[in-house]
């Protein structure tokens, strides 16, 4: 199609700026393909939503008050734009002959170029990583298409053609535009006269979608779905000629109610339309806070993640109101980064209407409403883990490394937030993080003062590391720790109830009560009796370890690492690597197994290139176990193939 942009750079050569703004206006029609990814993800939307299609209305409503939304907070700081009219509300019209309904509001508008951004295009970073995360499999990613928010297009589940038109508030009324596509693949634009500030979405019903046009139908529809919103949304009186029109919704802020008056299908839609989630919340907390600070908040957490999650500045959580009125989407200042899964409203007596972001940033008011945000939702979390394991499990699989970042944030709630983290271990033997440090706790041994844990690249290498082996010997539990944030965490969650976390891996092993006299005796016979053979080894080996000595913790493998009690662990050493950092290295001390026949058998090895090799061998297969990297893999298979032809002529 023929756009005319390089006509317009002519134009505006020749003609002066005002004369090009009218002949653009009349002129400017130009036709727009959809992004390949609209187009995509409007077919599998019609297909997915096609047994729900009455909830275009609902996203609708939700967009024009959105729009208001957006129209107050900008009106803060520039009254004009309310251009004499802040009586904002949306209003429903339908029209039986020309098959049309109408949803209109006054609210913010949009330019031209915004139209193309929203409405042409999704904006939204996730969309990507949404499209590479569809399978192939229709049913599948039909469920995928229900967490990602589409809201406008749903619109074309019940219309065949679209006409939206908008108008800026700030723009004069030349900058009106209109809109138009059929939801197939283009899409029309246009700038025209529109008087009205604000937006009129008019949807063209599809043959069989005469079943809309009906006010019972639309009343109830907006009942169901939209009682919460705040604006009051008008629909002509039934029966009335004239323009009479009443207000269909209760229109009456949902978190200023009282609990016991909201029913579970009023706290679903309201967070369907603030978190822009088709999925229902898992969890919600409403509470009301009085006294020196007040403020209502009503907090959900969601099903699943978003796309963004790990992106740490992309956050659309927790909306701020100030006595009803919406001040401003995610506030940062309302809720921790690591609650930036948490979606909702709070609504403060306290602040003043005209707050800025520079504002909250030092108002004691929001470090008092955050605060008490936070326990709400540590407790809402701490409920859930108790009484309903299954969603406990849900959101830890969704959003549990997200709160892992909470320990090393938040210092003041590291205890609880500890008490909330769940992990694998030996006790189940399957990657389930389903132990949490209490039921650690609470199956110790007798003669156990510690929790003892692991950390690895994967749950296999935790899993299989050479340094469960007296562990599982004795039947004490370990933590298998292998998400990449652990490392980190255990820095911080050094305690939980008064016992110490200790790692498998660092340190002497010191097993405490758990180990026998007899234990002891023998390791210090065995440490004698060793001392020529260790003392051999750790010449050879010279600069790559610290020490090498005797070690009991093994009981198949012959040999593993360990670092000082203080030094970063191998694994750590081995991620910040990874990350790019340089002139790190920490001298392992090599711990081998007096039991283990290759050990053994390198005491009567006497050529000393063998020994060497012996040795070296012991060390690179220790460091492999443990994920490490080995500074000369092909050294390390010639050695291990030479020991094989001895064995094998043996
Ligand atoms: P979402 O509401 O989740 O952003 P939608 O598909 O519902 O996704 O809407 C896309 C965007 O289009 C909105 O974010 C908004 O910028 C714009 N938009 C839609 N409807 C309106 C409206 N009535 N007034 C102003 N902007 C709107
Ligand atoms: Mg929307």
New binding site residues.
Partial sequence: MQTLNSHNAIFGKIFPRSLFRTMTTEMHKETLGFQAEVRQILDLMIHSLYSNKEIFLR??I???S??AD?LRFEALTDDALFEGDSDLAIKIHFDKQARTITVS?N????SRS?VVD??GTIANSGTRQFLASLTGDRAQDLRLIGQF?????STFIVADKVTLF?RRAGLGPEHGVRWESDGKGQYTLETVERAAR??D?VLHLRDDEDEFLDSHRLRHIVRKYSDHITLPIRMRKEGEKETAEEVVNSASALWARPRTEVTEQEYEEFYKHVA?DFEPPLAHVHSRVEGKHEYTSLLYVPRRAPFDLWDRDKRHGVKLYVRRVFIMDDAEQLLPPYLRFVRGVVDSSDLPLNVSREILQHSKDIDVMRAGSVKKILDLLGDLAESNREKYDIFWKEFGRVLKEGVVDDPANRDRIAGLLRFSSTHGDADTQDVSLHDYVSRMKDGQDRIFYVTAETFSAAKNSPHLEIFRKKGVEVLLMHDRIDEWMVTHVTEFEGRKLQAVTKGDLDLGALESIEDKEQLQKAETEFKGLSDRIKNVLGELVTDVRITHRLISSPACLVTGEHDISVNMERMLKAAGQTGLSVKPVLEINPTHPLVLRMGSVSDSERFADWSRLLFDQALLSEGGQLDDPAGFVQRLNQLLEVLAAA
Avoid at 107 to 110: A, P, S
Avoid at 149 to 153: A, I, K, L, T, W
């Fill in positions: 996203e609708l939700s967009n024009a959105d729009a957006k509001d609210g913010v508008g949009m915004e929203h409405i928010g589409v809201g406008f297009y908008t604000g937006t979405v822009h």
